[in-house]
């Protein structure tokens, strides 16, 4: 491998970078777990995630004890995601750029990551429990200024329903600027300037129902639909297993090669502490 030109250029250190970029500003980072990701690193790309049993409670009533027979779960945790770019950067480009080419190059691969790892997250709502779901997919949700938040109230109700919330745990809702727009609208939206900043979740814009509010613009519209998510951080475990750049030089242009991958996987362990709202998106466009 011939050395690149860009004297600048440290793998390690950007790949570094972009690990803390990502880890950063990505929405959906906010809304999971990560909980397992020491093991993934330690084993490969794959953990085994035990769930205890419920425990049930019984009335003494008399001297003899029956003990059940607990059963937990497991579940996989798999690296699945394998993700990558390669580009160029021309010589001429580097010499004639006025800022460091590489760091905004750098910055547009973070961004293209988080769209596809974004999306990949939000898909994670077909594992929804049934019962946490508002509107269906023959009769999606009509939002309005008017309605937004008695729906957004029906949302964090299947939450704390299902037990997902308690002392300590909030949850938080994934909307898209369309929704947002009617959100802002809403008097009972309580926006982040009025919520003290440690209360609030990174990247938050307010509050509605209990629940922090996100914006991402890769919720977007299925089959003339916006599922949007809520849930808490104990639901969706996320884990990255590795993030490499490398650059090497073109041998049939003046230019360096660059290359990054980004492996990632996600699993729904807690499927009751999530919840879905069912929208339809030409009422809201």
């Known amino acids: 491998m011939t050395d690149n030109a860009y004297s600048a250029f440290i793998p390690e250190i950007w790949s570094q970078k972009l690990n803390y970029m990502l880890s950063k500003d990505?929405?959906?980072?906010?809304?999971?777990?990560?909980?397992?990701?020491?093991?993934?690193?330690?084993?490969?790309?794959?953990?085994?995630?035990?769930t205890p049993a419920d425990v049930a409670i019984s009335t003494l009533s008399t001297s003899n004890i029956t003990y059940d027979e607990l059963e937990p779960t497991s579940q996989d945790?798999?690296?699945?995601?394998?993700?990558?770019?390669?580009?160029?950067?021309?010589?001429?480009?580097?010499?004639?750029?006025?800022?460091?080419?590489?760091?905004?190059?750098l910055k547009n691969a973070k961004k293209a990551i988080e769209e596809v790892q974004d999306a990949y997250i939000l898909s994670l709502h077909t594992e929804v429990d049934s019962k946490n779901v508002v509107g269906d997919e023959e009769t999606a949700v009509t939002l309005d200024k008017s309605t937004i938040y008695s729906k957004f109230v029906e949302l964090a109700l299947c939450l704390?329903?299902?037990?997902?919330?308690?002392?300590?745990?909030?949850?938080?809702?994934?909307?898209n600027p369309v929704i947002e727009s009617y959100l802002l609208q809403s008097s009972e939206f309580i926006g982040a300037h009025n919520v003290a900043d440690e209360t609030l979740r990174e990247?938050?814009?307010?509050?509605?129902?209990?629940?922090?509010?996100?914006?991402?613009?890769n919720l977007t519209d299925v089959s003339g639909k916006y599922y949007?998510?809520?849930?808490?951080?104990?639901?969706?475990?996320?884990?990255?297993?590795?993030?490499?750049?490398?650059?090497?030089?073109?041998?049939?242009?003046?230019?360096?090669?660059?290359?990054?991958?980004?492996?990632?996987?996600?699993?729904?362990?807690?499927?009751?502490?999530?919840?879905?709202m069912i929208v339809a998106s030409a009422a809201a466009a």
């Open 26 to 50: 990505c929405v959906m980072l906010q809304c999971v777990n990560r909980n397992w990701e020491g093991e993934i690193k330690n084993q490969g790309d794959k953990v085994k995630i035990i």
């Open 77 to 105: 945790l798999v690296i699945d995601q394998k993700k990558f770019f390669a580009f160029k950067i021309n010589d001429v480009a580097q010499v004639q750029s006025n800022a460091d080419i590489m760091e905004a190059h």
């Open 160 to 175: 704390k329903n299902s037990n997902a919330v308690s002392a300590g745990v909030r949850p938080w809702v994934v909307i």
């Open 203 to 217: 990247g938050a814009i307010g509050r509605i129902a209990g629940m922090d509010v996100l914006v991402s613009t």
């Open 228 to 276: 949007v998510l809520a849930g808490t951080n104990e639901a969706i475990t996320f884990a990255s297993q590795l993030s490499k750049i490398e650059s090497l030089r073109d041998k049939d242009s003046f230019s360096d090669l660059v290359r990054g991958l980004y492996l990632y996987g996600a699993k729904v362990v807690q499927p009751k502490a999530l919840a879905k």
